[in-house]
T-cell receptor, first 117, second 115 residues
Framework: DTAVSQTPKYLVTQMGNDKSIKCEQN?????MYWYKQDSKKFLKIMFS???????INETVPNRFSPKSPDKAHLNLHINSLELGDSAVYFC????????????????FGPGTRLTVL | GNSVTQMEGPVTLSEEAFLTINCTYTATGYPSLFWYVQYPGEGLQLLLKATKADDKGSNKGFEATYRKETTSFHLEKGSVQVSDSAVYFCAGKGLRGGSNYKLTFGKGTLLTVNP
């Protein structure tokens, strides 16, 4: 019954490794997002997809690559992990249309805590 | 710069105290405004929203009124409970420096309510 689910919940890895975080939503939404929350709780959007099409791509290193195989899934792959990538990553979805504005609620997943050693 | 500015925490209150968390925004048009709450160890949840001036959003005893004249959307609750302890985020769409499609968050305010 989980609306937005993410795996894994915790991810501990060494610098330089490549890792992926998966996200799935069963709400039938068209739009999905990835956010990064730092240790001070500051939340910043990274990417957004609408119907598998990339629509928001903030200033994020190109080591981060989102992939949306279908509109219910948005995965995040990170290459060559760095210490500064340690954070909690949240996936979210909403039924906002394009081009917007859309005032619908964004539903968040439980987060993936990434620790890079 | 950040187009949503909210009161820095942490805020510590006793149960049944009155809560205000200030939030102001900068916008060239008419943004939609939101309050999200993050309980410990969880993702964010929408608490309330307002999409036009003078609208009041309310939920679970929390209220916020969209005030265009003061560009504010302050969160209030008359009597807080221990279970309200969480981080509260003010957010907006259609803000200056943002877009109609992107939700821009404030820095979050940690609220701790003691019994």
């Amino acid at each position: 019954d989980t609306a937005v689910s993410q795996t894994p919940k915790y991810l501990v890895t060494q610098m330089g490794n490549d890792k992926s975080i998966k996200c799935e939503q069963n709400l039938g939404h068209d739009t999905m997002y990835w956010y990064k929350q730092d240790s001070k709780k500051f939340l910043k959007i990274m990417f957004s997809y609408n119907n598998k099409e990339l629509i928001i791509n903030e200033t994020v290193p190109n080591r981060f690559s989102p992939k949306s195989p279908d509109k219910a899934h948005l995965n995040l792959h990170i290459n060559s992990l760095e210490l500064g990538d340690s954070a909690v990553y949240f996936c979210a979805s909403s039924q906002d249309p394009r081009p917007g504005p859309g005032n619908n609620e964004q539903f968040f997943g439980p987060g993936t805590r990434l620790t890079v050693l | 710069g950040n187009s949503v500015t909210q009161m820095e925490g942490p805020v510590t209150l006793s149960e049944e105290a009155f809560l205000t968390i200030n939030c102001t925004y900068t916008a060239t048009g008419y943004p939609s405004l939101f309050w999200y709450v993050q309980y410990p160890g969880e993702g964010l949840q929408l608490l309330l929203k307002a999409t036009k001036a003078d609208d009041k959003g309310s939920n679970k005893g929390f209220e916020a009124t969209y005030r265009k004249e003061t560009t504010s959307f302050h969160l209030e609750k008359g009597s807080v409970q221990v279970s309200d302890s969480a981080v509260y985020f003010c957010a907006g769409k259609g803000l200056r420096g943002g877009s109609n499609y992107k939700l821009t968050f404030g820095k979050g305010t940690l609220l701790t309510v003691n019994p």
